[in-house]
């Protein structure tokens, strides 16, 4: 399984599930992430900084913690 928080920077992946309770998936759908949208991950701090994502042409951020409840896989 692998998460947010576990690929490279500028890799682009599709999500495949969203754990975590209900208050963290109607977050995420308000930042406009929802499970099948492809992403592209455009920066990721190994110190436990917030998470960039490209979303439909948006930067959002969002924190290690969250990242990490979102697995995903890699696209070309």
């Known amino acids: 399984m692998k ?4 690929i490279d920077n500028g890799k682009k992946v599709r999500i ?3 754990s975590g309770g209900r208050g963290v998936r109607q977050h995420l759908q308000c930042l406009g992430l929802h499970v099948g949208d492809i992403v592209t991950l455009k920066k990721s ?3 436990g900084g917030p998470v ?3 979303v439909n ?3 959002v951020a969002i924190g290690k913690g ?10 070309e």
């Open 3 to 6: 998460t947010l928080v576990n």
């Open 52 to 54: 960039l994502l490209e």
């Open 45 to 47: 701090s190994f110190l």
């Open 16 to 18: 495949l599930k969203i």
């Open 66 to 75: 969250v990242a990490s409840k979102i697995e995903v896989e890699e696209v």
């Open 57 to 59: 042409g948006y930067d």
